[in-house]
């Protein structure tokens, strides 16, 4: 398939009522426009649409259900999965619609659905206010709300979903809808949490609140061989910490020439990363204990402007570099748990792969479990385990890697996943019931009612009932 499938006069007249960018494949910046974060992904879609507005959106999701054309939609950010884009369709591209529009009596901010998280904190923090992002600055606002969106405020202000007011987005059969709690609630409960399965989200309402604009922060290294020792205190840490804090555990080599001295930057390690959401003199205090587990390699620990702590960790991930994350909730850190943990930080074949163990609870678990789609509400910690690595040769040893750990470490917990670090949706309808439960077929009644023809497919897919797939559903290889 190619451009050709709408060429000639219904190419045409799709690019007349189009005010944004159409790219073609024998356009000079085609490959530009098709390359993706994840240097894995290598897809050739029939024609790129970069929309400049909501009626762009609505003409592309028209011309691709009249045309019959698979459709990727691409926000503004990471998307490791490699979902945003796809082979012989149409992707529909919404990075150009970055506006943020913050309204600080009210509290809140409208976000466009090409926004990253940079976006929002530039604007936010201009009145001393946020909303819960993520950990690296540019991530893309939309693929990390509707996955739920777990970021260094969690704790206290509950996940990037729990903050929404509302939500515009153009639906399979092109109709512009707004969701909340007031107007289609029950497709809002489901956007909160879902996937994008639903429609593609033009805009986000976000509720705000007094952050910064310097934060508490913890950010220290210890050498691999007092992780165990140092993951037990660690979890004694977290049972009585106060919600304002949020922290994060992550593990393996960590090499770094601007951090570390000689000696130290190829030595196994684990860093404990946090932030306090209150005062700052308040924070120094609640995460001193966790600067004191043992005797560190380094200590970066400190209070910090709020966005300068949403993008320590960006250049970690740069663009280009092959990437390929899972998860597991986790029943809790017991001994055995601690124990396999360290296991396969210690036998990554990358040295830039780490497995990570996020605190869950505090405002995460004080929302009502059926309140939302979202679906860990009830586990105390999340394990992440990202294989991130820079040579194709090395693809198949660095996805073993992480699949073999995977399976492992379900025995500590039920199987559900955080639909954010996906892997490529391999076994994605049994990943979606197991992780949604009995919730499940209130989001297939959902999807029928929005989309019954699986238009949106190439997401977490939750499967319309009685429509048989034909295209594959979300791609599930490279």
């Known amino acids: 398939m190619s451009s050709q499938i709408i060429g000639g006069e219904k190419l045409h007249k799709f690019e007349g009522t189009f005010r944004g960018t159409v790219i073609r494949p024998d356009d000079t910046d085609y490959d530009d426009a098709r390359a993706v974060w994840n240097?894995?992904?290598?897809?050739?879609?029939?024609?790129?649409?970069?929309?400049r507005g909501t009626a762009d959106v609505i003409s592309a999701v028209n011309v691709a259900r009249e045309n019959d054309l698979p459709v990727a939609v691409r926000g503004g950010g990471h998307n490791v999965s490699g979902s945003a884009v796809c082979d012989d369709g149409l992707v529909i591209d919404l990075s150009e619609?970055?506006?943020?529009?913050?309204?600080?009596?009210?509290?809140?901010?409208?976000?466009?659905?090409?926004?990253?998280?940079?976006?929002?904190?530039?604007?936010?923090?201009?009145?001393?206010?946020?909303?819960?992002?993520?950990?690296?600055?540019?991530?893309?606002?939309?693929?990390?709300?509707?996955?739920?969106?777990?970021?260094?405020?969690?704790?206290?202000?509950?996940?990037?979903?729990?903050?929404?007011?509302?939500?515009?987005?153009?639906?399979?059969?092109?109709?512009?809808?707004?969701?909340?709690?007031?107007?289609?609630?029950?497709?809002?409960?489901?956007?909160?949490?879902?996937?994008?399965?639903?429609?593609?989200?033009?805009?986000?309402?976000?509720?705000?609140h007094s952050v910064g604009p310097d934060v508490a922060t913890c950010l220290v290294f210890y050498p691999s061989d007092q992780l165990a020792d140092c993951l037990q205190a660690y979890r004694e840490f977290v049972e009585s910490a106060p919600d304002e804090v949020s922290t994060l555990v992550f593990a393996g080599e960590l090499p770094d020439d601007d951090l570390?001295?000689?000696?130290?930057?190829?030595?196994?390690k684990f860093a404990i990363m946090g932030c306090y959401a209150g005062s700052v003199d308040d924070g120094t205090q609640a995460l001193s204990a966790l600067r004191e587990l043992a005797e560190p390699i380094a200590d970066f620990s400190g209070v910090m402007p709020y966005t300068?702590?949403?993008?320590?960790?960006?250049?970690?991930?740069?663009?280009?570099?092959?990437?390929?994350?899972?998860?597991?909730?986790?029943?809790?850190?017991?001994?055995?748990?601690?124990?396999?943990?360290?296991?396969?930080?210690?036998?990554?074949?990358s040295s830039l792969s780490t497995v990570d163990v996020w605190q869950l609870g505090g405002a995460i678990a004080q929302v009502d479990a059926e309140a939302s789609a979202f679906a860990g509400r009830h586990a105390p910690y999340l394990l992440g385990v990202e294989a991130n690595?820079?040579?194709?040769?090395?693809?198949?040893?660095?996805?073993?890697?992480?699949?073999?750990?995977?399976?492992?470490?379900?025995?500590?917990?039920?199987?559900?996943?955080?639909?954010?670090?996906?892997?490529?949706?391999?076994?994605?309808?049994?990943?979606?019931?197991?992780?949604?439960?009995?919730?499940?077929?209130?989001?297939?009644?959902?999807?029928?009612?929005?989309?019954?023809?699986?238009?949106?497919?190439?997401n977490q897919n939750i499967e319309p009932s009685g429509t048989a797939r034909t295209d594959g559903g979300a791609d599930t290889d490279p």
């Open 260 to 268: 570390f001295e000689d000696d130290d930057i190829h030595q196994q």
């Open 389 to 458: 690595w820079e040579r194709p040769e090395n693809d198949e040893a660095n996805i073993e890697w992480v699949r073999d750990c995977l399976d492992d470490m379900r025995q500590f917990s039920d199987g559900s996943v955080y639909l954010n670090f996906p892997g490529f949706f391999e076994n994605g309808d049994e990943m979606m019931r197991t992780t949604f439960g009995p919730t499940y077929e209130r989001l297939v009644a959902l999807k029928d009612e929005y989309d019954p023809t699986n238009f949106f497919s190439r």
């Open 97 to 208: 619609l970055t506006s943020v529009r913050v309204d600080p009596d009210s509290r809140t901010a409208r976000v466009e659905g090409g926004a990253t998280w940079a976006d929002v904190d530039h604007e936010t923090q201009a009145f001393g206010l946020a909303t819960p992002g993520g950990v690296v600055s540019d991530t893309g606002v939309a693929g990390l709300t509707l996955g739920g969106g777990i970021g260094h405020l969690r704790c206290k202000y509950g996940l990037s979903c729990d903050n929404l007011r509302s939500v515009d987005l153009v639906t399979a059969d092109g109709e512009f809808l707004t969701a909340s709690e007031d107007q289609n609630s029950d497709l809002f409960w489901g956007l909160r949490g879902g996937g994008g399965n639903f429609g593609i989200v033009t805009a986000f309402e976000f509720e705000l």
């Open 39 to 51: 240097g894995m992904i290598d897809k050739y879609p029939a024609l790129i649409a970069r929309c």
């Open 308 to 349: 300068e702590l949403q993008r320590i960790l960006d250049e970690d991930y740069p663009d280009g570099m092959r990437y390929y994350w899972k998860s597991l909730y986790l029943d809790g850190l017991s001994e055995s748990a601690i124990d396999r943990i360290a296991y396969w930080a210690d036998v990554a074949p």
